[in-house]
């Protein structure tokens, strides 16, 4: 059982870096951001030392597109949407031990020291090459040229990607090229960059991805696929919104700057070092980062899977232990498993975020529970498939599921227990049924975690779930309510039992619902932080400073291990866990909310 690990692990969780360039919706976090935060919460109840890092992706194209529009600067866009998007996940609880910026000091200088390491060792090679300008002269990124791919012959491929067939592309290679901005075709000039040698890597990356025979086969076979053909990638780009490049001869241009992507892999590198310095314990990130032992665990969406299988772990291999930040003192490490979601789509496509329609995560939670999204997103989430959300389906599952099953139990068993006795009763003997109804559940903290170790975020509330219905059953046969003037001995055992069984279920549902877990746990009469709130810290460097998203994980208390509810333990008044909705209403405004957004 996890729990009985003697040796903490040391796991990296790295998620996916939203870009600062909008608000989020609920499709940024059902494929990453509520699994990689079920992650990180199991693994911290199972008493592993977990460090999971992200922030927002402040360089680039689409920060600098934004800002346009908004007629600011592209730090001001940044600023303002990183405040929005830490606030979100806040309230959503995703519980990062860094969420930062990618405009620090701090990612500056370890961006910089990779690139300069991995130049000084020959990685980096200069090319001339043809890039894209605007019939007006200025910079085209790739992101903002649209084409026929020459792969597949998809009609809407990017500059960049396409997203049909998954192959990474040159803008110059696509059939009837035009600017996303006005449609017109971009004229294509020499330009000098530098290029990461890619190529370079093959064999060992080759081998490397061999070795993971563990990966989801989707994600093995794509990125094999993808290494047979490497290609030397441009990771400079001519803009004046970036990291800039610390090599002779760009290092005081300010036309040119480093590539958003090369930069924002190394945000789960930066963040940690972070981290580690703001802690007071400035080498402490080497203990995930330069230890073989370390499990490191990274969370995106599909689109994004050749970045973290093939590019990053270029740079990583690469740079090894070499540069300041490495100073020496290990290589640093590889990732150990990529898991990659799937996308979600909104009431059969009717709605999308390219139309101007998402659901964001800021207006859902205006409306509804942190746990009631928490909890779809997982049981119906894109996790091994592309998955549609509806409205009718979210209410659906919130009322059937989760307060029909979970809720009801919960609250018949504690408004009895509490109305009746006011403390846990004290059980006489048990029952075989009495017992067999708590083994299985205990044996739960095997199943549900042997899935959440495993990135099979649904099957393991799936499982929890039908524990939660079995409890119900019992509950249901066994009345307790209709013994307590005859039998009251009986009453207390099956009420004892019950309370057991809901105080072992709110531990396995506590990755996943960590809200409605925290207002358990005080009804059964604990004190202290099962699943606390999240907080703000304000990170001082020269003459600057930025805001991260943390949390006291250490003060927390629950561990990933059978109940020891003790008879006698004063029981608080309960509160309901969860709303139950009115589907009909819910669906008609919801719709007629998304209608009327898609017509602005
Ligand atoms: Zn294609």
Redesign the pocket.
């Known amino acids: 059982m996890p729990s009985t690990n003697p040796t903490p692990k040391k796991i990296l969780v790295a998620v996916a870096w939203p870009y600062a360039s909008g608000e989020r919706h609920i499709g940024h976090v059902a494929g990453f951001g509520v699994p990689s935060d079920t992650f990180a919460r199991y693994h911290r109840l199972a008493g592993n030392d977990v460090l999971m890092v992200s922030g927002t992706d402040e360089h680039g194209t689409p920060v600098m597109v934004a800002a346009d529009a908004a007629g600011e600067s592209p730090r001001d866009t940044a600023d303002r949407y990183s405040q929005l998007i830490r606030e979100d996940f806040r309230e959503l609880g995703l519980s990062y031990d860094l969420f930062t910026r990618t405009t620090t000091q701090n990612h500056y200088r370890v961006v910089q020291d990779l690139f300069r390491t991995l130049y000084e060792k020959g990685y980096i090679i200069e090319q001339t090459t043809r890039g894209a300008f605007s019939a007006a002269g200025t910079t085209l990124p790739d992101r903002y040229i649209e084409g026929t ?6 009609p809407d ?1 990017r500059g960049d990607q ?6 990474q ?1 040159d803008p110059e290679d696509l059939i009837n090229p035009r600017s996303k901005l006005d449609g017109t075709p971009p004229v294509f000039k020499e330009t000098q960059h530098l290029f990461l040698d890619l190529p370079a890597f093959t064999a060992e990356l080759t081998d490397w991805i061999e070795s993971h025979t563990e990966w989801r086969p989707n994600v093995r076979r794509f990125s094999l696929n993808f290494v047979q053909d490497l290609k030397p990638r441009a990771i400079t780009r001519d803009l004046d919104w970036g990291v800039p490049i610390p090599v002779p001869g760009y290092v005081d241009r300010d036309d040119k700057r480093i590539y958003v992507w090369f930069d924002a892999v190394i945000g789960y590198l930066s963040a940690a070092v972070e981290w580690a310095a703001w802690r007071g314990t400035p080498d402490a990130w080497r203990e995930w980062w330069q230890n073989p032992e370390a499990e490191h665990f990274y969370f995106m969406g599909k689109d994004n899977i050749v970045f973290h299988t093939v590019i990053w772990p270029s740079i990583l291999l690469g740079y090894g232990s070499g540069g300041e930040v490495g100073a020496g003192r290990g290589r640093l490490e590889l990732p150990s498993e990529i898991v990659s979601s799937e996308f979600l789509t909104m009431e059969g496509k009717r709605f999308s975020v390219s139309r101007g329609v998402g659901i964001y995560i800021r207006d859902f939670l205006s409306r509804y529970d942190p746990d009631a999204l928490r909890y779809f997103l997982s049981i119906a989430g894109p996790e091994m498939q592309d998955t549609d959300f509806t409205w009718a389906e979210f209410a659906r599952r919130n009322n059937d599921e989760l307060v029909s099953t979970w809720g009801n139990l919960v609250n018949r068993t504690l408004q009895s227990a509490y109305r009746n006795f006011g403390v846990v009763p004290e059980p006489d003997e048990l029952t075989e049924s009495d017992r067999a109804l708590l083994a299985e559940i205990e044996q739960g903290f095997e199943t549900v975690g042997g899935f959440i170790e495993s990135a099979r975020f649904k099957n393991g509330l799936q499982e929890a779930m039908r524990l939660a219905a079995l409890a119900n059953r019992y509950i249901s046969g066994q009345e307790p309510w209709a013994m307590i003037k005859d039998d009251r001995g009986r009453a207390e055992t099956i009420l004892y039992v019950a309370l057991r069984a809901v105080d072992n279920l709110k531990i396995l549902l506590t990755p996943y619902l960590p809200f409605s877990a925290q207002v358990l746990h005080e009804s059964l009469g604990y004190d202290g932080w099962l699943a606390g709130p999240l907080e703000f810290h304000d990170v001082e460097e020269e003459g600057e400073s930025h805001v991260v998203l943390t949390g006291p994980y250490e003060t927390w208390i629950g561990r990933w291990k059978p109940s020891a509810l003790p008879p006698g333990q004063e029981l608080r008044e309960p509160r309901p866990l969860f709303r139950k909705l009115d589907p009909e209403m819910v669906v008609s405004e919801e719709i007629a909310r998304m209608e009327e957004a898609a017509a602005a």
């Open positions: 791919c020459p792969i597949c012959g998809y491929a396409c997203d049909n067939c998954g192959n592309l």
